[in-house]
């Protein structure tokens, strides 16, 4: 009898006897942490973590005693707490960045026997992050018996200290709908503490006529001013307003996030001109919406505050928020008349404010706009711990630095930039607010790289604070108060309970980024797998990275300024006025890298140079993003086959919109050129080319209209409707058709001037190469003491010029300009005279190239980094 196989069959009883055994092990993790109470935001990541292992169907135990009968085990604790994880570190020689919320991860520790997982927090703050990126690579695996195969060690600490995001309360029933609602706040916070943001702003009266403005009768009433109050509000409805702010502060500090609260507004009043403004439809909304008792028929919502006791009002009002709101982090002020002051009460009113303020003992947050330095220096004077809060690129989302030159509309005031407030000896840092609410309200973006770049061009003066707005900012801004809130998409494509979690990608590329911008491409990658597929994922990614560009590329390089603020412009989805509006008024908001197209026109009359990028450049860019985005599309759609979720198809059509608006810009930039080479020479074959360009933009609008399709609810609010914000791309289609047939009826009566020669566009080559550069960057300037700046240039067609470009970190200051010379084959060689270089302000310079063809460019180049030089001054 053959007994091999009987005895191989034993064997293999044996080993599944084992291998089950060792899944059975496997089912079982064990949670050791520090002994005591466990702070409340580290519980909230480590909760998160068994929550994440219950899920994949394991049994997680707490407590040494766990250890022996699990195959898993993780140990947790805090840097200083000499528990059993600091100690495990400690055995490794390892350790934890000492700054606040940093981390460090560790496989394969020794512990108990067994081979554990090390989580260390520097505070709470730092465990939590480790523990709830555990608990994503827990439900990113695909590996039961070892959910922490994506685990990798790592150790991290904030490159941004204060990362925040901000919410306005533009609208009453929209902020009530999400106020009162307390699964909201936990969903919101546990997404910003997944994201690593740890401050939330709140906002009340976004507008000095907005709701909650000011906020206080919201709350509580004010000892000895009886006759200030909210109409309509009940003691009863005002106490549970105290109670659900107080509950949503709990939430927050429960994951580690800040909260500040921003009382923007002071008094119920129409900010200087706007009642008597020549804007029609300013004046229907200043009617309908500013409040002043000399006004016949105005109904206050906020009764009592006048500018007689404004002061007074708000000493006491402010005292009486540190006793009933002392879990309060931060407060944030807008100073200037846009919070309903006069001019002429700024000075006097804050300077005893920060008396109050003083006592209330809280750190503050000053709007740079509209004041003087010098309100910042009594604030710092009597002892407030201060950050000057500033736009950092209009209030729509730019390009990912600050920019090199801002519009001259703005160039002398502190409306937005830094202005001169880069001052030394410095007394206070900056918080850098990216006014995304300006931009993406509507459509998805996440690009990783856009905001790794910003988070470097963030440190400016030693800043280590940033800001973003929330996604869908200004939703239902524009609406009555009682108005019933609309959902965004319609029902089919829903995917989420709440609109944030659509924009899932928006916050964790702003968040993760911003605390490290060296954070790896998996933490973004993995998400779009989990959500889209392994082989779609990295098309939607790349698509989504692509589509994120055209906004930002559009406000610096394709716009009306005009449309500065957030409550005139939103370039999702205006279509920047008519062809004549547009070649005459565009461009752009940095207006040292952009030229903008009445200026392109004039330089191809007069045939001069620039090493600006020309329109026909950015329209050559807007082409070939759009089609980058409809090709990754078309890869991920093919993957995907029939199999198509609803959230692909709701991120599809964003894609294509946003595809569309590239094609759009591109063909309007060579619209308006065309548009203005006819108007400066009377050729009518450019008047012809501008048609022809117009037509397509219009093709290209249309698109973006039928990717909207059924998508998109058909009547959204994002702005006042009488000052131009469209409730769809399709009413903004029918203007642009209502213009188009102008545009040909002003063609059929236009002459063509007598002997005039058509000046045609250059078309931009991407296979011709440009100049380039590598400029050297210093690393002091020395008062008194020539800086020299060489740079290394090539040109196939050869050198033009090349010039040196400089000023003091002052954007009310034009660059100056130096020839610079050759020095030796390729370098080229200039110097800032000493006399210019001062203790008061820092440097920046940058390098412009022209070579013998008329092709330009500047360095560093824009694409690659930040497009400037930015030197230390030695003090």
């Given amino acids: 009898m053959n007994r091999l196989p009987c005895r191989k069959a034993a064997l293999w009883l044996v080993a599944l ?92 520790v020794p512990f108990a026997g067994k081979s554990a997982l090390l989580l260390v927090g520097s505070d709470s703050v730092g465990l939590m992050y480790a523990a709830l990126d555990i608990a994503d690579a827990v439900r990113w695996s695909a590996n039961r018996a070892n959910p922490f195969e994506l685990v990798r060690d790592t150790s991290e600490q904030p490159f941004i200290k204060t990362r925040a995001v901000s919410m306005y309360t533009m609208n009453r029933a929209y902020f009530e709908s999400r106020f009162y609602d307390e699964r909201f706040w936990t969903r919101y916070f546990d997404m910003f503490a997944a994201n690593r943001f740890n401050q939330f702003v709140l906002i009340p009266g976004y507008e000095n006529s907005g709701f909650l403005a000011p906020l206080y009768p919201y709350l509580f009433d004010v000892p000895g001013f009886s006759q200030v109050k909210m109409l309509g509000l009940s003691h009863d409805e005002q106490a549970r307003n105290l109670a659900t702010l107080k509950n949503v502060i709990r939430l927050a500090h429960d994951r580690g996030i800040k909260f500040e609260l921003g009382l923007w507004s002071h008094i119920d009043r129409p900010a200087p001109g706007e009642l008597d403004s020549a804007d029609p439809g300013q004046q229907e ?285 939103w370039p999702e989805m205006q279509r920047q006025g008519n062809l004549p509006t547009y070649a005459a008024r565009e461009e752009g908001s940095d207006i040292q890298q952009f030229m903008n197209v009445h200026d392109a026109a004039t330089s191809l009359v007069n045939g001069t140079d620039t090493a600006m990028r020309r329109p026909e450049e950015t329209s050559y860019w807007f082409a070939s993003t759009s089609a980058t985005i409809l090709a990754e599309l078309a890869e991920a759609e093919k993957s995907l086959g029939t199999r198509r979720s609803p959230e692909f198809l709701a991120t599809a059509a964003d894609l294509k919109i946003l ?105 931009w080559n991407p296979s011709v190469r440009s100049p380039q550069a590598t400029v050297a960057r210093a690393s002091l300037a020395t008062p008194g003491r020539d800086l020299s700046v060489t740079a290394t240039v090539s040109a196939p067609a050869g050198v033009k010029w090349v010039r040196l470009r400089y000023r003091h970190v002052n954007q009310k200051e034009d660059y100056q300009s130096i020839d610079m010379k050759p020095q030796s084959p390729g370098q080229y060689v200039a ?17 412009e190239v022209v070579d013998n063809a008329g092709s330009g460019r500047m360095f560093p180049d824009l694409e690659q980094e930040t497009p400037y030089v930015i030197v230390s001054v030695a003090r």
């Fill in 659 to 763: 595809a569309g608006l590239a094609r759009y810009h591109s063909s309007r930039l060579l619209a308006g050129v065309e548009y203005n080479l006819y108007k400066m020479t009377g050729s009518l074959e450019s008047f012809d080319a501008a048609i022809g360009h117009e037509r397509q933009a219009i093709a290209a609008w249309s698109d973006a209209v039928a990717a909207a399709g059924d998508v998109y609810t058909a009547t959204m609010t994002f702005g006042p409707h009488v000052k131009g914000f469209p409730r769809h791309w399709s009413e903004e289609l029918q203007l642009l058709r209502r213009d188009f047939d102008a545009l040909l009826a002003e063609r059929q009566t236009a002459k063509a001037t007598a002997g005039v020669s058509t000046v045609h566009i250059r078309s």
């Fill in 285 to 569: 909304i200043a009617r309908a919406r500013f409040a002043s008792q000399q006004i016949p028929g105005f109904v206050p919502r906020i009764e009592g505050v006048t500018y007689e006791n404004v002061l007074a009002y708000t000493k006491a009002a402010l005292v009486r928020l540190r006793e009933l709101l002392p879990d309060v982090d931060s407060l944030g002020f807008r100073e200037h008349n846009e919070s309903g002051l006069r001019d002429e009460m700024v000075p006097s009113f804050w300077h005893e404010i920060f008396a109050v303020l003083k006592g209330v003992n809280k750190p503050i947050d000053l709007r740079a706009k509209g004041v003087s330095r010098d309100l910042f220096a009594d604030a710092v004077h009597q002892g407030l711990d201060t950050t000057v809060n500033t736009k950092v690129w209009m209030e729509q989302l730019g390009l990912p630095f600050h920019p090199t030159h801002i519009n001259k509309g703005n160039q002398f005031d502190q409306r937005h930039g830094y202005a001169d407030l880069l001052q030394y000896p410095q007394f206070y840092k900056m918080t850098w607010n990216v006014w995304t609410g300006g931009t993406t309200r509507l459509l998805l973006w996440g690009d990783p790289d856009y905001v790794r770049r910003f988070a470097g061009a963030a440190r400016l003066y030693d800043s280590d604070s940033v800001e973003i707005n929330e996604s869908g900012a200004t939703k239902m801004h524009g609406d009555a108060h009682d108005a019933t809130p609309i959902p965004i998409l319609t029902p089919s494509y829903r995917t989420y309970d709440y609109e944030f979690e659509r924009y899932w990608q928006y916050y964790r590329v702003w968040g993760r980024n911003l605390y490290s911008p060296d954070t790896s491409r998996d933490v973004f990658d993995r998400e779009f797998v989990e959500r889209f597929g392994p082989q779609a994922a990295p098309h939607v990614s790349r698509a989504l990275t692509a589509a994120s560009r055209v906004l930002p590329r559009i406000v610096a390089g394709s716009y009306l300024y005009v449309h500065f603020p957030t409550t005139n412009g």
């Fill in 831 to 847: 110097a800032i005279p000493g006399a210019f270089i001062t203790p008061m302000f820092d440097l920046m310079y940058f390098v």
């Fill in 17 to 108: 006897f084992i291998l089950s055994g060792s899944q059975a092990r496997a089912q079982s993790v064990a949670i050791v942490v520090d002994d005591g109470t466990m702070p409340r935001a580290a519980q909230h990541g480590l909760d998160k973590l068994e929550a994440a292992l219950r899920t994949r169907g394991l049994t997680v135990m707490r407590g040494r005693q766990a250890v022996a009968a699990s195959a898993l085990v993780v140990v947790a604790g805090l840097r200083n707490a000499n528990g059993p994880a600091a100690q495990a570190l400690s055995s490794l020689n390892g350790s934890v960045p000492t700054v606040a919320e940093a981390l460090t991860i560790r496989r394969g």
